[in-house]
């Protein structure tokens, strides 16, 4: 299966998750890919939109090499098996991810801005990405979001590898996916276009879920309904 784009990804993904509409769930998306597939989820649900911000632990100078993942709200996820087998010790690995916990902290302060982060607690939470290969960003943004105690957490993907999204079944509530894939090598192979999401285009997905609330039945209201959808 391949999807076309990350919109077409995100509209097919919405489709298994029609019956969360009646939990009135809050969506995160993990930025930067996964918002644009987010937006689609939380648009059909017709669901706030916010992100979760999440970010890779590379291994010191072998950076695209990753050996856990640090999230917002602190959740650090290390993969301590494979440091070991690498040689790294765990002090090294620590001091990248103090830096991505950095990263972590400037990004959401780009893509959030001036919001508060979202109130979880006894609140029904869908998790979306554009995908999973190993889900070691995802398994950090799951124990982070698990700390805010909302009431369910699903983890929602249009594509992911099958041992990966096995290994995560036990830290959700429920974990959609469109095609869990028995081989993969990149999350990128199953779209026809994967190129990369930009920093301005999750700032403006966010943008539009985030006007100004109207009173409901207001004429602004109906005019803001197309992308404002739950004033």
């Not at 992100?51 to 695209?64: L, T």
């Not at 006894?122 to 909302?150: K, Q, S, W």
């Not at 997905?205 to 207001?218: F, I, M």
């Amino acid at each position: 299966m391949r999807f076309r784009d990350r919109t077409d990804a995100g509209r097919r993904l919405a489709d298994l998750l029609m019956g969360y509409r009646a939990e009135s769930p809050l969506v995160l998306g993990l930025p930067r890919g996964g918002i644009p597939v987010a937006y689609e989820v939380a648009r059909a649900l017709g669901a706030p939109l916010d992100v979760w911000v999440v970010r890779k632990v590379g291994a010191p100078r072998q950076p695209e090499l990753g050996l856990g993942a640090v999230a917002e709200g602190g959740a650090l996820f290390l993969d301590r098996g494979m440091m070991r087998s690498l040689g790294f010790s765990e002090a090294e690995v620590l001091r990248t991810a103090e830096r991505e916990a950095a990263e972590v902290t400037a990004r959401v302060a780009r893509f959030r801005g001036p919001h508060p982060a979202p109130e979880l607690a006894g609140r029904t939470v869908i998790l979306v990405d554009d995908g999973v290969a190993t889900g070691g960003t995802v398994r950090a943004a799951i124990r982070a979001l698990r700390e805010r105690r909302p009431r369910k957490i699903v983890l929602a993907v249009p594509v992911g590898a099958v041992e990966s999204l096995d290994s995560l079944r036990a830290e959700v509530d429920d974990l959609i996916c469109v095609h869990p894939a028995e081989f993969m090598l990149a999350v990128g192979e199953f779209y026809g276009d994967f190129s990369q999401t930009s920093d301005e285009e999750v700032q403006e997905l966010l943008a539009r879920v985030r006007g100004p609330r109207r009173e409901v039945g207001s004429p602004e209201a109906a005019m803001d309904a197309g992308d404002n959808w739950w004033v």
